[in-house]
């Protein structure tokens, strides 16, 4: 036998004691999961601190006090002589408890069959100093740990998990860990039970234009994303005039000089009166007064999708970007910018983030990400709160890869 408290041990005191951090928690609540014998363990001391707890003050033997008192001198002398430093203080405290755990135990034993004895005059005020100085600590009941334990393994063992195995789309979706990990995400995992929002990533549109790199970027990043979620912005994007007008080498030229990008923005932001606004501005501003000089600018800003864009200082700037044009030129790109699915599908941020993530790029250009959110098994899974919490259970993947 091991001589030194494991950590398991360690973990089992903490939660005894309530005195567990939220990471010794979420370590406690896995080793449970994976661990019948653990659990029976830790159910038994449960049981045993109740039984203390009821039971009260006691009045000890007469040799009782001395005979403890003993038996610690001795444990604690071959506990310094014996213990490896690097133990620490905690280690020795959590060793010291358990070993008076056994010996309660012991004792509750021999009571139960001989009889507690009473409280005698002069064993008040010892025990009496003692209950004083223990301070309550909360106890972790099995309540504590259901969501880790019996929640996921109902989950598990129900006809929906079932369901959702035998399901061939959600079964190609779950089988990538990173995908798992992105689902648990309860925000994430919220946004996708809107129907809406799934039958949108399943569009085809959606999928063209997410699957070209220039727009995946545009739209992963948080300036140019929020964008995408605008479904007037979306419009002005597919918008092939004032597409025509501001891929002009002259105005990319131009909103390359972050002093006109700049005065532009101001200008293009004042509501149908941009040019008029542009030429006030060029007054006290030299770079606006470079921007009156370049026709092709002045064009752009008498147009009124042209203008939006230019309002918007992330996707101006993005107009420099030859990649982001040839993307803005391509009709299906065009035709996709103007469906209603789209700012759907993006219009919320951490929706965005899965355009950036490799795994979530990939089953949302195949569209594997919407069949498998719009088929039956999935619709009911999400709408299990234990859901995102289950993906992380090793038990999931094992299901898997049967």
């Known amino acids: ?75 604690k002398t071959r506990d310094v002589r014996n213990e490896p430093s690097a133990r620490g203080g905690r280690a020795m405290a959590k060793k010291t408890m358990i070993g008076l755990a056994a010996a309660a135990a012991v004792v509750l034993v021999t009571f139960s069959i001989t009889g507690y004895p009473p409280i005698g005059r002069g064993t008040e005020g010892t025990i009496g100093q003692a209950n004083r100085y223990q301070a309550p600590q909360p106890q972790m009941s099995a309540s504590d740990v259901k969501l880790g334990d ?57 999928r063209q234009l997410i699957s070209n790199d220039a727009m995946r970027q545009a739209i992963a990043h948080d300036a140019t994303g929020r964008a995408f979620a605008d479904a007037s912005m979306l419009r002005a994007m597919g918008d092939a005039a004032a597409v025509r007008l501001l891929t002009d080498p002259a105005v990319q030229r131009a909103l390359r000089d972050e002093g006109v990008a700049r005065a532009v923005n101001t200008a293009a932001q004042v509501k149908g009166a941009s040019v008029e606004a542009a030429k006030k501005a060029a007054n006290n501003d030299a770079a606006m007064a470079r921007a009156l000089g370049e026709p092709a600018l002045m064009n752009a800003l008498k147009n009124d999708a042209a203008a939006r864009l230019l309002s918007n200082s992330a996707i101006a700037q993005k107009f420099a970007d030859p990649a982001f044009v040839a993307a803005l030129k391509d009709p299906a790109i065009s035709t996709a910018l103007k469906n209603d699915a789209v700012p759907r599908a993006l219009g919320a941020d951490n929706l965005r983030q899965l355009v950036s993530a490799d795994a979530m790029h990939h089953a949302m250009t195949t569209g594997l990400l919407g069949r498998a959110m719009t088929s039956e098994a999935m619709t009911q899974a999400m709408r299990s709160d234990v859901f995102a919490r289950a993906l992380l259970a090793p038990k999931f993947a094992a299901a898997l890869s049967n």
């Open 1 to 75: 036998m091991n001589p030194f408290p494991t950590r398991n041990d360690e973990l089992l005191q903490a939660a005894l004691d309530g005195e567990m951090t939220p990471e010794e928690r979420i370590e406690f609540e896995q080793w449970l999961e994976g661990d019948a014998r653990a659990r029976e363990r830790f159910e038994s001391m449960q049981r045993l601190t109740s039984v203390v707890e009821d039971v009260g003050l006691v009045a000890a033997p007469p040799d009782l006090v001395a005979a403890t008192v003993r038996e610690i001198s001795l444990r």
């Open 150 to 206: 019996t929640a996921v393994q109902e989950f598990l063992q129900s006809d929906v998990f079932d369901r959702l195995l035998k399901d061939e789309n959600a079964r190609k979706l779950l089988a990538d860990a990173s995908v798992r990990a992105m689902l648990a995400d309860g925000a994430l995992t919220q946004s996708l039970r809107d129907q809406n929002v799934a039958r949108a990533l399943d569009d085809s549109a959606v």
